[in-house]
Every structure is written in structure tokens, then in C-alpha cells.
Antibody, heavy 124, light 112 residues
Framework: EVQLVQSGAEVKKPGESLKISCKGS????????IGWVRQMPGKGLEWMGI????????RYSPSFQGQVTISADKSISTAYLQWSSLKASDTAMYYC?????????????????WGQGTTVTVSS | DIVMTQTPLSLSVTPGQPASISCKSS???????????LYWYLQKPGQSPQLLIY???SRFSGVPDRFSGSGSGTDFTLKISRVEAEDVGVYYC?????????FGGGTKVEIK
């Protein structure tokens, strides 16, 4: 079974760092782009960026560029989303998702497999 | 960024009746490769989003045939021919022709 399993819920204080994970299984992890999507409480979906685990080619939404870092370790089939200094406004659910086909420098296929989500709460 | 506008914001439907959701993009989603990069997702309550439709009208594996997608250029529609109780949730359209990928604001479907 193809699946993405994300790390558990996190509660952090403003200014702290955080790295959440997304482990793929049941398919060739290096051959599919992985994207990250934010959903703030009671709000819609926002695309943050993507990574190709095969060569770590990464693209960010301008809204998230410089705010987060997307990375991957292909040896353990895991993608990551990290913050160096969290803010209260980072409180949200974060989903990873696999793109079912190719992503070019401008276009991207749809996301066919989603992780279960990781809740991040940032509060003093 | 491409702006995706969905209407209506919410929909209350009697089981067995049809439902329709509109999605308009601020730019054409037709690429020179011939594909139209428009996708539909459903997020059921308390769950992760799930893919329903890709490239305007192709149903994803396992999606019931009561779901259909249509449209071209900048105007798209998701139709449910006969709504069932399990169809409740928020429906999102998303464009994939220009990074950053962008979602519509969502349409909440409830059962009367």
C-alpha cells in the first residue's frame, strides 16, 4: 500500500525550532515529488512548496520562501519541513502529499496520496 | 499568482439530488502541452484532502462515477449527480499550471 506517514503533533513556544517528517512507503520514494500544504485553523489549503527526493530539487511558494526549509533524506524515504524560529502564526495543520506525476519549473501534477497531517501549535 | 475563485461558499443538498460547484481561474489553465492543469479535492470532516478529479475531467482511482468534472480555459465545474451522505465535506479546486500552486477557497457541502 502506498502511504505517507507524518510525525506526531507538536506543541512549541515562539522562537523555538521544529522539524516535522513525512515517511513514504509502498512506492519508489525518489521518483515522485513531495509537496507540503498548510491549513490554518478553520481555513483553506495553502501550497508551501515541493521537493524531488531523487536529487533534492526544491521549489517554494514566495509566501513561504525564507520562512521554512523543505528537505529530504532518500536513504530513509523521508521528507521534512522545518522552522528555525516559530511564530504563533505558524499554528496550523501541515500535510505532505505525493504528486502523481511530473513537476516542471512551472507546472505540477495533482497530489494523489496525502499524509494524515501534523498539527503544530505555537503558544507561549 | 493565479487566483482560484469557487462558488458557492456552501451548499446544502438533499440526498439523491444533484450538486454543482464552480471554479474560475484568473488565467487560462490550458498549457501548450495540451493538458489543462485543474484538479478537484474533497476534504471530509477530520480527514486529509483526497483527490477526486485531475486534468479537469479524469476521475481518480476509486472515485465514484457520480462525480464528474468539466470546463475549459478559466471556467470549471464539479458535478455530483446524486449526493450521498458520505459526500459531505469541503471541496477545493486547485491549479497546477503555474507555481505557486493555488487552491480555491473551498465549498462546504452539507446534507439537508
Amino acid at each position: 500500500e502506498v502511504q505517507l506517514v507524518q510525525s506526531g503533533a507538536e506543541v512549541k513556544k515562539p522562537g523555538e525550532s521544529l522539524k516535522i517528517s513525512c515517511k513514504g512507503s509502498g512506492y519508489s520514494f525518489t521518483r515522485y515529488w513531495i509537496g507540503w500544504v498548510r491549513q490554518m485553523p478553520g481555513k483553506g489549503l495553502e501550497w508551501m512548496g515541493i521537493i524531488y527526493p531523487g536529487d533534492s530539487d526544491t521549489r517554494y511558494s514566495p509566501s513561504f520562501q525564507g520562512q521554512v526549509t523543505i528537505s529530504a533524506d532518500k536513504s530513509i524515504s523521508t521528507a521534512y519541513l522545518q522552522w528555525s524560529s516559530l511564530k504563533a502564526s505558524d499554528t496550523a495543520m501541515y500535510y505532505c502529499a505525493r504528486h502523481m506525476g511530473y513537476c516542471s519549473s512551472t507546472t505540477c501534477s495533482s497530489m494523489d496520496v496525502w499524509g494524515q497531517g501534523t498539527t503544530v501549535t505555537v503558544s507561549s | 499568482d493565479i487566483v482560484m475563485t469557487q462558488t458557492p461558499l456552501s451548499l446544502s443538498v438533499t440526498p439523491g439530488q444533484p450538486a454543482s460547484i464552480s471554479c474560475k481561474s484568473s488565467q487560462s489553465l490550458l498549457h501548450t502541452d495540451g493538458k489543462t492543469y485543474l484538479y478537484w479535492y474533497l476534504q471530509k470532516p477530520g480527514q486529509s484532502p483526497q483527490l477526486l478529479i485531475y486534468e479537469v475531467s479524469s476521475r481518480f482511482s476509486g472515485v465514484p462515477d457520480r462525480f464528474s468534472g468539466s470546463g475549459s480555459g478559466t471556467d470549471f465545474t464539479l458535478k455530483i449527480s446524486r449526493v450521498e451522505a458520505e459526500d459531505v465535506g469541503v471541496y477545493y479546486c486547485m491549479q497546477g499550471i503555474h507555481l505557486p500552486l493555488t487552491f480555491g477557497g473551498g465549498t462546504k457541502v452539507e446534507i439537508k
